[in-house]
């Protein structure tokens, strides 16, 4: 009688006693152990469709250009469109940003910009060359694509103004596609990419898909210069 009243009790405690131990938390590490990391969470991930490609005209006004325009330059700001444009940054994502351009050339750009953004070409970044104080080098060395900024041009010979004077020269990623001239690289970090040949992100190269947009609305690329201005594209040719 007695042996079968100790598996009755052992029969009641066993069960409670296997539940007690799977409900208990794990036990601490040992002094001087460390515990084990848990593996992370899968990443997600997004499986919809990118955003679709988005553009906007506005007038300009005086402040819009208060730090790269004056009274004596060649256009004034009634003649000038700000640009707010999608495009693929060097990161893979979509961001928008803003340009200043002549409003004949408006349509044209909106139409660059729109191949650019389906082919997912990367830019570093756009923002008006005024968040420079109208400073090209300033720009040029923060990798901005800019359009107007009234400014002479810079060459050898007489001075002249620059097609971005009037609104109708871009510079596209000038660290990747600098301006070689008189033995000088603009900006300086662009000596990096002064060999062509190179494979690298952001390149305006011949038949690649930067020139080929700019030439399909007709534009001219300062790669073909005599003094290669690879970030330069104008539709007036200079």
Same mark, same amino acid.
């Given at each position: ?28 590490? !040992? ?20 955003? +679709? ?7 300009? &006004?005086?402040? /819009? ?22 495009? =693929? ?8 940003? &803003? ?11 909106? &139409? ?29 060395? /923060?990798?901005? &694509?800019?359009? #107007?900024?009234?400014?002479? !041009? ?21 660290? +990747? ?16 990419? !002064? /060999? ?11 038949? $690649?898909?930067?020139?080929?947009? #700019?030439?399909?609305? $007709? =534009?001219? =690329? ?6 290669? /201005? ?7 040719? $200079?």
């Amino acid at each position: 009688m007695r042996r079968n009243r100790h598996k009755l009790i052992l029969g009641v405690l066993l069960p409670a006693l296997v539940t007690a131990a799977c409900a208990a938390p794990p036990a601490s590490p !040992a002094p001087g152990v460390t515990a084990p990391t848990p593996p992370p969470a899968p990443a997600a991930t997004s499986t919809g469709p990118p955003p +679709e490609f988005v553009a906007s005209v506005a007038p300009v &006004t005086g402040a /819009d250009v208060a730090q790269s325009w004056r009274p004596g330059c060649p256009v004034g700001p009634n003649q000038l469109d700000l640009l707010t444009l999608s495009y =693929w940054g060097f990161d893979a994502q979509p961001h928008t940003g &803003t340009i200043v351009v002549n409003r004949t050339v408006a349509k044209d750009v909106v &139409t660059v910009f729109r191949s650019l953004y389906d082919q997912r070409f990367p830019i570093r970044r756009m923002t008006p060359v005024d968040a420079y104080g109208g400073d090209d080098d300033r720009s040029m060395a /923060d990798d901005n &694509t800019s359009g #107007f900024n009234c400014r002479a !041009a810079v060459a050898t010979g007489p001075t002249k103004w620059s097609a971005h004077a009037y609104g109708q020269a871009i510079d596209i990623n000038p660290v +990747e596609n600098p301006y070689l001239v008189d033995g000088a690289v603009l900006p300086p970090a662009g000596a990096a990419y !002064a /060999d062509r040949d190179r494979d690298h992100p952001g390149l305006a190269v011949p038949d $690649g898909p930067l020139v080929r947009a #700019f030439a399909a609305v $007709g =534009w001219s =690329w300062g790669g073909d210069f005599r003094a290669p /201005d690879y970030q330069h594209f104008s539709s007036t040719g $200079g």
